[in-house]
């Protein structure tokens, strides 16, 4: 269970309070990393000092998985770091865990009250007694706070693995964040990522409730937990790479590294979060097999005579303009031709390639038709379409 404390005094209008601060850091130090039910994901207290008669305490969800409680506190001194009311607000947080329990929430509450009670007693001998205390454990704030983050790692890992969920949604695309220096991976972050993103998303790999996949990339596995967001649209998985290794590797084994650490972070959110694990290996494998420099598909169209596929190499930069191919094979007769399309920047293929339509001897690329689009083709010059004979690229 993560803590969060927030303060309002109404006398200052201060909303920082230096002993709040490091009860923050001492209670998820003790309690981050536990599990006490699937309802919460964290408990926000907010200490309200000198509140007016008239003021209404909140007690309620926040963003579906946060309980909200606002108590009222008696605090001396916002700036200055204090035995006093670093104890009274750890004096508070009793009142505020027997609070959550009486917030309103559609489904079943999951909130193991009982059990977080139970730690918290068994903590309190364990909390700083005086100011010099207080002061010493303060000095260790950095190194707690990064263990901290670790700790909720695994804990909302663990929440994960005993609450499999149905899924729902499909992986669109992948990202690589490391915490080394700039452009330390490049290009192979950059071109990895593309790939994992077309193949995860062609074989319609899919999740509970996210549509991208981040991968945090450090030295240590605690390094790279520092990266933590809970976001319906993309989640973080984790997977580390040996620095001192993949500096005196040569282009090849550079290439290898980055790709042995996202078949890492793949299989171990795949892990956690009941993934298809089948379809996540038979991409590892393909790219594993086929290197950076492969042919992947853009996107196909086809009828009962002809498939159509448009094809590309990933660039060594995004800055780069790429030679996309159309590739069209009769069906009966497995006959094959290709043709170039255009010279398009990945980023803005999309406007000129936006759907394939195939008519009786032609085929037509239509690129979008938003106003963002026609100002994109006409900076670079672009066509709103192209047409190609199909009798003309079979004969080739």
């Known amino acids: 269970m993560r803590f969060l404390i927030e303060y309002k005094d109404f006398s200052t209008k201060e909303e920082k309070n ?7 850091t001492f209670l998820n130090e003790h309690f981050i990393g536990d599990y006490h039910g699937q309802t919460f994901e964290s408990i926000l207290i907010r200490f309200v000092n000198k509140a007016p008669h008239t003021k209404k305490f909140k007690l309620k969800t926040l963003y579906k998985i946060i309980a909200e409680v606002e108590t009222e506190g008696n605090f001396t001194n916002n700036v200055k770091l204090n035995i006093a009311d670093f104890q009274h607000g750890l004096s508070k947080v009793k009142e505020a865990i027997n609070m959550v329990s009486q917030i309103e929430v559609k489904e079943e509450l999951d909130f193991n009250k ?3 009670l139970y730690n918290l007693d068994n903590i309190i ?7 010099e205390e207080l002061k010493n454990y303060a000095k260790k ?3 707690i706070e990064y263990l901290n983050n670790v700790k909720r790692v695994d804990s909302l890992i663990y929440s994960c693995k005993i609450n499999p969920r149905p899924l729902l949604k499909r992986i669109i695309g992948v990202r690589l964040y490391d915490h080394f220096e700039r452009n330390t991976l490049a290009p192979y972050d950059y071109i990895y990522s593309e790939l994992f993103s077309n193949l ?9 409730d996210y549509e991208e996949i981040y991968f945090s990339i450090g030295e240590t596995i605690e390094q790279a937990k520092q990266s933590i967001t809970i976001d319906e649209f993309f989640k973080y998985t984790y997977a580390t790479l040996n620095l001192s290794e993949y500096n005196q590797a040569d282009d090849k084994g ?7 650490s996202m078949c890492e972070g793949l299989r171990m959110i795949a892990d956690f979060d009941h993934l298809e694990k089948d379809k996540i290996e038979s991409v590892i494998e393909y790219i594993g097999k086929n290197g950076i420099d492969m042919e992947i598909i ?3 169209a086809r009828n009962k005579d002809y498939l159509v596929e448009i094809v590309y190499h990933v660039p060594h930069s995004h800055l780069t303009k790429v030679d996309f191919k159309l590739r069209i094979t009769e069906i009966n007769s497995n006959k094959t031709g290709i043709i170039a399309i255009d010279k398009l920047n990945i980023y803005y293929a999309p406007y000129s390639i936006g759907k394939i339509q195939l008519k009786k001897n032609e085929i037509v690329i239509k690129g979008r ?4 689009a026609e100002v994109s083709r006409e900076i670079d010059k672009l066509p709103s379409e192209y047409r190609f004979n199909i009798n003309e690229i079979l004969i080739r």
């Open 298 to 300: 853009y996107s196909t």
């Open 200 to 208: 995860l998303r062609r074989a319609e790999v899919k999740s509970p």
């Open 125 to 131: 001998n364990k909390a700083p007694q005086t100011d």
């Open 141 to 143: 704030y950095k190194e």
């Open 18 to 24: 230096k002993s709040l601060s490091i009860l923050n």
């Open 369 to 372: 038709n938003s106003l963002r």
């Open 114 to 116: 009982e059990k977080l």
């Open 254 to 260: 550079k290439a290898n590294m980055v790709f042995n």
